[in-house]
């Protein structure tokens, strides 16, 4: 199976600030990686696709890069509402594995 | 536009059977694949299965002697049986659409 390492696991920001959570896969797998946002007691919302693709309907402070074995998400201006946990996919190789998630606080 | 809502038992006995309902809107069974996906407190997410629009299935192989998936395209449902059950299988399992929508989950607890 293919190993998704998330960092960080916890991450304190202020409103405004850049934010970036990385996952690092133990194969490539292209650009097959998804991110999500996830709130309590919420369905997991899909932000990006494919890497870098924007979901539709998705603010545009967010965003993806990278490919093969490093990705990183990014939030380009830190809002109250972003508060969340966040967490990767890969779905390149079966079984399709997550990231253990980010969990974002505000500070 | 597209929702998927799980159903079940939030309450189940060791060694019973868990039986789960994913009831969809928005698409057709036949043409999007429905994931169950499960996450047990405090841990991580992990794959349990799929149905693909086809009809056909696919299961973690860590779970797959005790698991079975099936749906009834009339009714919009996916249907998730897993026997067998241990406190190990305590999580919130949710059901997804092509990886692009979820629904909120469904915390089920093993225990007597």
């Known amino acids: 199976d293919i190993q998704v390492t998330q960092s960080p696991s916890f991450l304190s920001a202020s409103v405004g600030d850049r934010v970036t959570i990385n996952c690092k896969t133990s194969q490539n797998i292209n650009r097959y990686l998804n991110w999500y946002r996830q709130k309590l007691g919420e369905a997991p919302k899909l932000l990006i696709y494919?890497?870098?693709s924007l979901q539709t309907g998705i603010p545009s402070r967010f965003s993806g890069s990278g490919s093969g074995t490093d990705f990183t998400l990014t939030i380009s201006s830190l809002q109250p509402e972003d508060v969340a946990t966040y967490f990767c996919?890969?779905?390149?190789?079966?079984?399709?594995?997550f990231g253990a998630g980010t969990k974002l606080e505000l500070k | 536009q597209v929702q998927l809502k799980e159903s079940g038992p939030g309450l189940v006995q060791p060694s019973q059977t868990l039986s789960l309902t994913c009831t969809v809107s928005?698409?057709?069974?036949?043409?999007?694949?429905v994931h169950w996906v499960r996450q047990p407190p405090g841990k991580g997410l992990e794959w349990v299965g799929a149905?693909?629009?086809?009809?056909?299935?696919d299961y973690n192989s860590a779970l797959k002697s005790r698991l079975s998936i099936s749906r009834d395209t009339s009714k919009s449902q996916v249907f998730l049986k897993m026997n067998s059950l241990q406190t190990e299988d305590t999580a919130i399992y949710f059901c997804?659409?092509?990886?692009?929508?979820w629904g909120q989950g469904v915390m089920v607890t093993v225990s007597s």
């Open positions: 997804t659409s092509n990886w692009d929508y």
């Open positions: 928005g698409f057709s069974l036949t043409s999007n694949s």
């Open positions: 494919g890497a870098n």
């Open positions: 996919l890969q779905h390149d190789s079966w079984p399709n594995t």
């Open positions: 149905i693909w629009s086809g009809g056909s299935t």
